[in-house]
């Protein structure tokens, strides 16, 4: 399986400040990494897929980029509702598989 | 509007199978276009991909769970199912549904709300 880690697993942070997270990968996965915020007790949705493609309707603040094993997800201007969880997610190969999460909390 | 809805009882006793249903609205299974997965996340923790299958029946399971997962499909009722059986304290997790997009299917674009499943005598 392809172990995701990411760093840190938790930061504090103030509204408008730039936020970086980091992912990699224990292999090369190409560009087939996704990111997903999860608010408390609500699913996982869909920020960043393919590395760097924005879904739509999530706002222009979030940007993707990386290759191979190694990712980033930068908040530019954190806003109130990003204060959240992260997950990173491999979709290179079965068994898809998830970073650990990053805990955005607000300083 | 694509929604998924995950259903099944939230108590479960230890030894027993575990039977979820995701109804699918808004979108067809049996278009072919996707994958259907299930998605695991114990209390406070991360998130496990427990395996998916497409419209015809074909599936593909995490090898940590494999002998004891088995993923179904009902194209009538546009819904597809997971049982988990002899399951512990370990299994007790909110459950997601979710759809798989991309070349691999591995990207998961719409996720139902989850549902919460004790392991508990």
């Known amino acids: 399986d392809i172990q995701m880690t990411q760093s840190p697993s938790s930061l504090s942070a103030s509204v408008g400040d730039r936020v970086t997270i980091t992912c990699r990968a224990s292999?090369?996965?190409?560009?087939?990494l996704n990111w997903y915020q999860q608010k408390p007790g609500k699913a996982p949705k869909l920020l960043i897929s393919d590395a760097s493609s924005l879904q739509s309707g999530v706002p222009s603040r979030f940007s993707g980029s990386g290759s191979g094993t190694d990712f980033t997800l930068t908040i530019s201007s954190l806003q109130p509702e990003d204060f959240v969880t992260y997950y990173c997610q491999q979709s290179d190969s079965s068994p898809f598989t998830f970073g650990p999460g990053t805990k955005v909390d607000i300083q | 509007q694509v929604q998924l809805q995950e259903s099944g009882p939230g108590l479960v006793k230890p030894s027993q199978t575990l039977s979820l249903t995701c109804t699918v609205s808004?979108?067809?299974?049996?278009?072919?276009?996707?994958?259907w997965s299930w998605i695991r996340q114990p209390p406070g923790k991360g998130l496990e991909w427990i395996g998916y299958?497409?419209?015809?029946?074909?599936?593909y399971y995490n090898p940590s769970l494999k002998s004891r997962v088995n993923i179904l499909v009902d194209t009538s009722k546009n819904q597809f199912s997971l049982k988990l059986s002899s399951v512990t304290a370990a299994d007790t997790a909110v459950y997601y549904c979710?759809?798989?997009?991309?070349?691999?299917?591995?990207?998961?674009?719409?996720w139902g709300q989850g549902t919460l499943v004790t392991v508990s005598s």
């Open positions: 808004g979108a067809s299974i049996s278009s072919g276009d996707y994958y």
């Open positions: 979710a759809r798989g997009v991309g070349a691999t299917a591995g990207r998961m674009d719409y």
């Open positions: 299958i497409y419209y015809s029946g074909s599936t």
């Open positions: 292999q090369s996965i190409g560009r087939y």
